[in-house]
C-alpha cells in the first residue's frame, strides 16, 4: 500500500466484522482493496473477502482529523469501545470503568462474536481446524481471551475488579493472566478456555498468594 486508503476504502475497512474481517461491497471495490493488499479473497467458496493484517492495522489506527480542524472528535484506536459511540465489539476483560450495558442484546453480540472467531479459524487455520486459536487470536491475546471467557457466560468484574473475571496481559510471550475472586471462578474459566483451545496453568502471586491463570493460545 503506497497511499493512504480513500474515504470510501476506509469507510468498508471500518464496517468489516471486528473480529473476523469479514468486508462487504462491490467487486470493483473488494478488488481494489485486494490490489492495494489490504484485503484477501478466500480459496474456499463463498470466496468472500477479509482484511489482510494490513488492513486490519488500517482499522486500527486513529483515523486522519478532518481537514476542518476542530469539532470533530473520533475516538482513538486504543480507546475502549465501551466508551465510545463507535459500535465497534469488544469483549468484556473486566473492571472496565464505563462498560457496555448486559441484558439480550449484548447476549446478541457476544454470540455472534464468538461465531465470527470461529469462523476465522476455520478459514485461517493451515487445516480449516477451529478447535484451537488462530493468528488473529495470538495477535490479539488479551481480546481472544475475553471473548472465548465472555462467550461462554462469565461474569466480568465490574469497576472494583473483585467481583468476576479479569483478563489481563503479562510480560510472557503468548500468554495472558485470568485473575477472579475465588477458586470456582478460576477453575471455570480454566475449563472454558482449554475447551476453547488454550493452554491454561494455575499459579500463585508470590507477595499476595493469590491464585490465578496464564493462558496461552494452543498451536497444536
Not at 470510501?8 to 468486508?23: F, N, T
Not at 480507546?79 to 473486566?94: E, N, Q
Not at 465470527?116 to 491475546?141: I, S
Amino acid at each position: 500500500m503506497t497511499r493512504p486508503p480513500t474515504a470510501a476504502q476506509r469507510r468498508m475497512i471500518d464496517a468489516a466484522d471486528p473480529v473476523s474481517g469479514r468486508l462487504k461491497g462491490t467487486p470493483a471495490q473488494l478488488a481494489a482493496l485486494v490490489r492495494h493488499g489490504l484485503a484477501f479473497r478466500h480459496p474456499r467458496p463463498p470466496h468472500d473477502h477479509f482484511l489482510t493484517p494490513a488492513g486490519h492495522r488500517v482499522r486500527e489506527a486513529a483515523p486522519e482529523p478532518p481537514s476542518g480542524g476542530p469539532g470533530a472528535d473520533a475516538p482513538t484506536a486504543d480507546a475502549p469501545a465501551a466508551a465510545t459511540d463507535s459500535g465497534v465489539f469488544t469483549a468484556r476483560v473486566g473492571g472496565e470503568e464505563d462498560a457496555p450495558a448486559g441484558g439480550p442484546a449484548r447476549l446478541r453480540e457476544v454470540h455472534s462474536a464468538w461465531q465470527g472467531l470461529l469462523e476465522l479459524r476455520r478459514m485461517t487455520n493451515p487445516d480449516g481446524g477451529t478447535d484451537r486459536p488462530c493468528g488473529w487470536e495470538r495477535a490479539h491475546l488479551v481480546r481472544a481471551a475475553a471473548l472465548a471467557v465472555e462467550a461462554a457466560g462469565h461474569r466480568p468484574a465490574g469497576p472494583g475488579g473483585t467481583d468476576g473475571y479479569r483478563v489481563r496481559a503479562t510480560p510472557q510471550p503468548e500468554a495472558v493472566a485470568v485473575h477472579g475472586p475465588d477458586d470456582a471462578t478460576l477453575r471455570a474459566c480454566a475449563a472454558t478456555l482449554e475447551e476453547a483451545g488454550w493452554q491454561v496453568g494455575e499459579h500463585t502471586e508470590p507477595r499476595t498468594r493469590a491464585r490465578y491463570l496464564l493462558a496461552s493460545p494452543r498451536r497444536t
